[in-house]
């Protein structure tokens, strides 16, 4: 996830301030690159969590691993936005999704029982480490050699780092095999849903189901919106590019308590109210964007979004899990 979400999603407004100096697109045909991914990946997401489940997580990261290299390969040659659309909105999302959020979660969501929204929230600070070094380190990569070189430094990263990690630690877990929390689950809960699962036909027929998807969704559309045309804004509003840059990075690592302090928040009452808490941060966050016209400003919306972004990440694989079970849960 350190790789995945911080080449894809953090680093993504840094490149696109530089590709629209460049190439002298419109922000709307830019952004739309990362619209198409975005769908892509949701639409792709439940083949990859059948895949997981029928052949395991391990080869299917190292797949991703594979095609995300192929991908911003692909990324440096762009010269025409259908090729954009096509490399980063296709074949680039494809890989990510295959090495983001549905296998990770699945993986971590099978060992744990106890502690599972804290253990989420571990597993998601690596996001946020990733969101903390790319975007600056990116700036730095394109001021220094040019953003078509730039992608080719993120396509090692995503095959040297990523093939090698998911062959050595990504393991694939029966459940009789998990760690003791198996056991406690028997004991803690007399409801046999939470180990047996709900299947998805089960799940699309409950009011639960929709209702996380669709406060999910809206989520995820809200600081997406925010994220992708932060470093622009801010160069409008006369924040240099780097600084923007480095907003973009603390907006990551105030990820990271947040991941922390709601995961273990979300053991400990409703998550459907952390859930709403950080939502509520979020409005907070884009009120004080809206008024930012200095760096100050548009760094204590990093802090309100980072931790907004950080604490909702692990809630929502969670509520899945509470709701349906872990059997069905990729």
């Known amino acids: 996830m350190f790789c995945a979400d911080g080449t894809y999603f953090y680093a993504f407004p840094v490149f696109f301030e530089a590709m629209l100096k460049d190439m002298e697109w419109s922000r709307a045909e830019t952004a739309a690159a990362l619209s198409i991914g975005i769908f892509v990946i949701g639409a ?9 489940s029928k052949i395991g997580i391990r080869l299917i990261t190292i797949l991703g691993s594979v095609v995300a290299g192929i991908g911003f390969i692909l990324l440096s040659t762009v010269t025409e936005p259908w090729q954009f659309y096509l490399y980063y909105g296709l ?3 494809l890989g990510i999704a295959c090495i983001d959020l549905v296998p990770n979660m699945a993986a971590v969501g099978s060992w744990f029982v106890k502690r599972r929204s804290m253990a989420l929230g571990i597993a998601t600070a690596g996001i946020g480490a990733g969101g903390a070094v790319l975007p600056p380190l990116a700036s730095w990569l394109i001021s220094m050699y040019g953003w078509q070189t730039s992608f080719l430094f993120l396509a090692a990263l995503a095959t040297l780092i990523g093939v090698p990690i998911s062959a050595i630690i990504m393991r694939t877990r029966e459940e009789k095999k998990s760690i003791s929390g198996e056991k406690q689950e028997k004991d803690v ?5 939470l180990i047996e699962g709900t299947t998805i036909e089960q799940a699309v027929k409950g ?4 209702l996380i998807s669709i406060g999910g969704m809206l989520w995820v559309w809200a600081y ?3 994220l992708i ?10 924040i240099e590019r780097v600084a923007a840059a480095g907003a973009v990075g603390l907006l ?3 990820s990271i308590p947040g991941r922390l302090g709601f995961g273990r928040l979300g053991d400990a009452v409703d998550k459907r109210y952390v859930f709403m808490m950080g939502t509520f941060l979020q409005i907070v966050a884009f009120i004080v964007l809206m008024r930012s016209t200095n760096l100050t400003m548009l760094y204590i919306y990093s802090l309100l979004l980072g931790i907004n972004i950080g604490g909702v990440t692990p809630i929502l694989p969670g509520l899945l899990i ?8 990729g």
Not at 189 to 193: A, F, K
Not at 207 to 210: P, V
């Open 229 to 238: 045309h932060l470093v622009a804004f801010a160069v409008d509003v006369g």
């Open 322 to 329: 509470d709701h349906f079970g872990k059997k069905y849960f």
């Open 207 to 210: 009011q639960a189901f929709w």
């Open 224 to 226: 997406m919106t925010g």
């Open 252 to 254: 990551a690592v105030f």
């Open 44 to 52: 792709i997401s439940p083949l990859i969590g059948i895949l997981v």
């Open 91 to 93: 074949i680039l999302s």
């Open 189 to 193: 809960s007399s409801d046999r849903v």
